[in-house]
């Protein structure tokens, strides 16, 4: 696909989540999905065995893979910050997908520790330790709260960018983005602890 | 049961939160005490203790996900579709995403899947082949042979999409064709014969386009043929035998080994059977089945149900019934045979009219031999037509036609106004040319035609021509002007023959007499079929297609417009009606038309999509089209984004794609020229003009248009010697039998190249002869013509003969005569300058500068003007108002921030130096 062929897709269907457009929504990620794979997997062969070993580290990927794709597309501003909140998502649903297909991802197996650490000087406070597809959830439900909190998690917890960068993208200081984080940590700490099946 | 945070309460946790975390924990103690309701004032407890104690705003807090890493990694490693896992639905492949099983074979399994990506609604077929079947050099062959099928673009055959191998697993995207098998169709609509023979006729048609891109199926059966809701026919399974074929050869047994099926014994020829080499006579063969079977409910050798070996006999060394005779009409429904295949088509309730003819057709596509069957799929066309039709039909062009052109091209070019070779004519033409078969095959079919031109080119005698041995121009000559007399009582012939002749003659590029014969050919078959006929529609193309050749677009349009309109009324293919919209466009676009233009592409573009995916070869070249109306619409730049927006589609363009590549390159090089961009060398152009001839031949007329274009901007920088060298490559490349008319433009350019430069000699009764030779006609007109009498016009300025200028100048003036140019904007400036620059030069400077006002007037209204004519044209005002005594200041500032940046040096930047000082400037019309 040319870069030129999928512009209008991306930034209107962004446009269209951004309304709350299901249609666009899941068009979006069907588009994204397959691409920030490709680009992912590209980014882990490149990193040659000690990237499989150590584990792949997601901020180099969005350096190199996504800022890419991002500066393609001519995200900018509020468009940027959803897209590497999508980049987030996707890469999270790569990871659910997996355990799915290996029949992990039943609730209870595998549980996942979602530590929400401050600096090291701060102690650090853990959530219960609660499967993939109880994040999923968590973050679900998050998104529906409060988007712009989700959207911080995403970026930082899973798309692997930095308190600067997401600073540089919305305009804000670095300081206020870490008070933002902190109110989307206890959130999520909030959302994590309801139990599982709650109505809401 | 808990309820969970609600968003309602959520903007009040917000809200509270961020104003007590701006207290301290003594404070916020308190106010936690108070609120109220106790299940926010827990949450909001909770939350807050997750905040540190001390708030330092620089340390940089962290989300950690441990295990996140690694699980990703491990995600990302395993491949999506292993080749141990069985496929599900919704797994992916590429950009597609597999939905349901559609079926399973030896092959392996068929699925029809859905665009994974959204960007178009899209189904295809995908043929997954199995893992533990592919050999290792699977991969490699499919990228090969990929290449070749995805060439095969026919709407009788179900494209291949994509191949490729993903995780192990090799697959074939194809086509998704809903629909019944052939066999099926016939049998639940109960057709009659003659509707059986227009179905295999559609076959045979994607057959043979097929076999024209080198490729056979190898596998034709009526399982093999679908028939989607419009009664259409695709082939499915093309080449894909050939695909997995190891060697040149086939034998049966080892595509038992690769696929794991054999091939159906039933439709198969008994080389494939034997293992001989297989090729298009195979092919034949399997629709000589086809056809028996349909004609009569039964197949020609042996039964369905019987065993493999048996009917692998039968069709080795068994009869076929006549068709007629045979009687077993029970056997035609229910019962599946023994490979699997469905039952048989049923026999038609007319099947006595097989009778003779058709089983004629089928008894030769049947031979054992191959060599005594059709040799080309084409003239088992031919004969099934003939008989559907019960009258001699024209022949094939492929088979006659064409060859008739080609040798005629060839020899026509060996005759160069000489002698033509008449012992070849007599002797190896009627040998060569028509083989006996061919010849028989003609004469059956047409035998009026053939006739007529066995006669003609028997009729090389010398003695009939006065001694000397006429060339192929004078027999054509000659014989044209007996036609009407000829063929007086057989229209239909004559027509026939107009035909044959038009084609030829434009292929001679003798479009003066090509014209008339095709404006014959198309009263003649109005009258005789009416508007809507095919061959009115035949007509039509072919004059449209001299007015393409010719850049005439007024007769583009004037032909265009009803073509268009008869071929939508009968629902012509849209890809015919497509070919003609981009024709449209371009001619609207030239001729100044240029809402109708934009209104023509608006319409055309969605109809390409349906037909094309938006990232296909096919759709992104539909920016051509568009160019020619950016540039219409003086939006230069956008014109060069979009040849520059298509430069990775030709990066590496496959090998029938290179025509288009280069035509491509060309337009860009024009875009970036004009705006004066480093790339446009010299050099890059001749580059274009070497690659046009390597692949089209020398004298082409893609080279010829990509020297007209450098020797053009060449002039328009002033580096007029330089464009004269051009010309003079460009007259030598020309083929000596073009028509003169032809040459007009480009001796016009070439004059006034020749004048600037300062090679004046013998240019004055040159711009006479022009001047007379350059009368509106079929062969020149609109804006060509317009182009080629404005070159002559600035000559005579340049010679400061504004008699002669005046002259040549006229006809562009006479309003009734050409209507069109009146709405053409761009010419209507040019026009005007011109009109201004003879004033001037008669002396009247004070009436030159309304004109040339107007000329300046034509950039200021466009988005994205020519940068260099437009200072150009500035520069001609200001010497008019400096002539005129008018002051100058603004004008020439202006022309100073008109001027090019790029621009080095230029001949008119003395004309500014000239206006500005006390003496009197120069002479400079026609320069500019």
Request: proline residues 5%; aromatic residues 6%.
């Amino acid at each position: 696909m040319t870069p030129s062929a999928q512009q209008p897709a991306i930034t209107e269907l962004l446009a269209g989540t951004s309304r709350g457009d299901a249609a666009s929504l899941q068009q979006l990620y069907a588009v994204l999905y397959p691409e920030i794979k490709r680009v992912a997997r590209v980014r882990l062969a490149q990193s040659g065995p000690n990237g499989r070993v150590a584990g792949l580290d997601t901020t180099a990927l969005v350096h190199e893979g996504f800022l890419r794709m991002a500066d393609q597309q001519g995200l900018q501003g509020e468009t940027r910050g959803q897209f590497f909140a999508y980049v987030g998502r996707v890469l999270r649903s790569v990871v659910i997908d997996h355990l799915r297909t290996e029949h992990r991802d039943k609730r209870g197996g595998d549980a996942i520790l979602v530590t929400l650490s401050a600096a090291s000087d701060v102690a650090a406070v853990q959530s219960q330790a609660v499967d993939m597809i109880g994040l999923d959830q968590a973050l679900e439900r998050m998104r529906a709260l409060d988007n712009g909190l989700y959207e911080l998690i995403e970026m930082i917890g899973f798309a692997g960018l930095s308190i600067a960068e997401v600073a540089t993208l919305r305009g804000l200081s670095t300081r206020s983005i870490n008070r933002e984080l902190l109110k989307a940590r206890a959130l999520l700490q909030e959302l994590l602890g309801d139990p599982p099946n709650s109505v809401y | 049961m808990n309820s969970g945070l609600q968003a309602s309460d959520w903007q009040q946790l917000s809200a509270l939160f961020d104003e007590l975390a701006e207290l301290s924990a003594a404070v916020r103690a308190q106010w936690l005490a108070v609120l109220q309701p106790p299940e926010l004032a827990a949450r909001l407890s909770r939350m807050l203790a997750s905040l540190p104690e001390e708030v330092d705003d620089d340390a940089t807090v962290l989300v950690d996900v441990p295990g996140y890493n690694t699980r990703l990694v491990a995600a990302l490693s395993e491949p999506t579709l292993s080749a141990t896992t069985p496929p599900q639905p919704g797994d992916r492949l590429g950009s597609w995403c597999l939905a349901e099983l559609l079926g399973e074979g030896g092959m392996g399994q068929v699925w029809r899947a859905e665009r994974a990506d959204g960007l178009y609604q899209g189904e295809a077929a995908i043929k997954l082949l199995r893992g533990d079947r592919a050999s290792p050099g699977l991969a490699a062959r499919f990228a090969r042979e990929r290449a070749l099928l995805g060439r095969l673009t026919h709407p009788g055959i179900a494209r291949m999409l994509d191949a490729g191998e993903q995780d192990g697993r090799a697959y074939l995207v194809l086509e998704y064709v809903p629909g019944r098998t052939l066999s099926e169709h016939v049998r639940t609509h109960e057709l009659g014969l003659v509707e059986r023979v227009k179905l295999l006729l559609e076959v045979a048609r994607a057959v043979e386009h097929a076999h024209a891109q080198l490729i056979v199926h190898r596998d034709l059966k009526p399982g093999n043929v679908m028939v989607d809701e419009q009664g259409k026919t695709k082939l499915l399974d093309f080449g894909i035998a050939g695909l997995l074929d190891d060697s040149g050869h086939q034998a049966d047994h080892q595509l038992t080994q690769i696929t794991g099926r054999r091939l159906t014994p039933a439709y198969a020829a008994p080389e494939q059977i034997t293992g001989e080499a297989v090729g298009v006579a195979s092919d034949i063969y399997s629709l000589g089945v086809m056809l028996y079977e349909l004609a009569s409910g039964e197949l020609p050798f042996g039964k369905r149900g019987l065993s493999r070996t048996a009917l692998e006999h039968a069709v080795l060394h068994g009869q076929a019934q006549r068709i007629t005779r045979s009687s077993r009409g029970t056997r035609t429904t229910g019962s599946v045979d023994e490979g699997g295949n469905e039952a048989g088509p049923g026999r038609p309730p007319d099947a006595e009219r097989a009778a003779g003819d058709l089983e004629a057709v089928a008894a030769k596509a049947l031979r054992k031999n191959p060599a005594e069957r059709y040799a080309t799929v084409g003239a088992f066309i031919d004969d099934l037509e003939h008989w559907l039709t019960q009258r001699p039909v024209s022949v094939r062009a492929e088979d006659w036609r064409h060859r008739v052109r080609l040798w005629l091209r060839r020899n026509a070019a060996l005759a160069a106004g000489a002698t033509l070779v008449f012992a070849a004519l007599s002797a190896g033409l009627a040998v060569s040319l028509w083989q006996r078969r061919e010849a028989q095959a003609a004469a059956r079919q047409s035998e009026a035609v053939t006739r007529f031109l066995t006669e003609l080119l028997s009729s090389a005698n010398p003695d009939k021509h006065g001694g000397h041995i006429p060339n192929v121009l004078e027999l054509l000559n000659k014989s044209r002007a007996e036609l009407p007399t000829r063929f007086a009582d057989d229209p239909v012939t004559h027509a026939r023959v107009l035909e044959v002749m038009g084609e030829t003659y434009a292929d001679m590029n003798r479009f003066d007499i090509a014209i008339p014969l095709a404006d014959q050919l198309v009263a003649l078959t109005r009258q005789l079929w009416g508007d809507d006929a095919p061959a009115t529609l035949r007509a039509l193309r072919l004059r449209l297609r001299l007015d393409t050749s010719l850049s005439s677009p007024l007769g583009v349009i004037a032909r265009g417009e009803p073509l268009l309109a008869a071929l939508e009324r009968r629902h012509a293919e849209l890809s015919d009606r497509l070919e003609l919209r981009y024709q449209l466009i371009v001619a609207y676009a030239q001729a100044g038309r240029v809402d109708d233009a934009e209104r023509m592409r608006a319409e055309t573009w969605p109809l390409v999509l349906q037909l094309f995916p938006a990232t296909s070869f096919d759709a992104q070249y539909f920016n051509t089209y568009v160019y020619h109306l950016r540039l219409a619409q003086g939006r230069l730049e956008d014109a060069e984004k979009l040849m520059l927006d298509l430069r990775p589609a030709i990066a590496n363009p496959p090998a029938n794609r290179i025509r288009f590549a280069l035509q491509l390159r060309r337009h860009l090089w024009n875009a970036q020229a004009r705006l004066g961009r480093p790339e446009a060398t010299v050099e890059a152009a001749q580059q274009i003009v070497a690659d046009c001839e390597a692949l089209l031949g020398p004298g082409n007329l893609s080279s010829q248009r990509m020297r007209a274009d450098l020797a053009r901007q060449l002039g328009e920088r002033g580096q007029w010697s330089a464009a004269v060298a051009v010309h003079e490559a460009l007259a030598t490349s020309l083929s000596s039998a073009d028509h003169p008319t032809l040459r007009l433009p480009l001796d016009a350019a070439a004059l006034l190249a020749r004048v600037n430069a300062g090679q004046t000699q013998g240019a004055a009764a040159e711009v006479q002869r022009l001047t007379e030779a350059l009368r509106p006609s079929p062969v020149l007109t609109g804006p060509t013509w317009v182009e080629a009498t404005g070159n002559v016009v600035r000559a005579a300025l340049a010679l400061q003969r504004p008699d002669l200028a005046g002259m040549a100048l006229a006809p562009l003036q006479d309003n009734e005569a050409q209507p069109w140019l009146q709405r053409h904007a761009a010419l209507q400036s040019l026009i005007s300058q011109w009109q201004g620059e003879l004033a001037r030069q008669r002396g009247a400077a004070m009436a030159s500068i309304e004109p040339l006002r107007k000329r300046v007037a034509f950039f200021d209204g466009l988005p994205q003007p020519e940068p260099l004519p437009r200072w150009a044209a500035q520069l001609d005002l200001a010497l008019s108002l400096r002539l005129a005594g008018q002051p100058v200041d603004q004008a020439l500032a202006r022309a100073d921030e008109l001027r090019p940046k790029w621009l080095e040096s230029h001949p008119l930047d003395r004309l500014r130096r000239e206006v500005e000082s006390p003496s009197k400037p120069g002479v400079w019309d026609g320069q500019f």
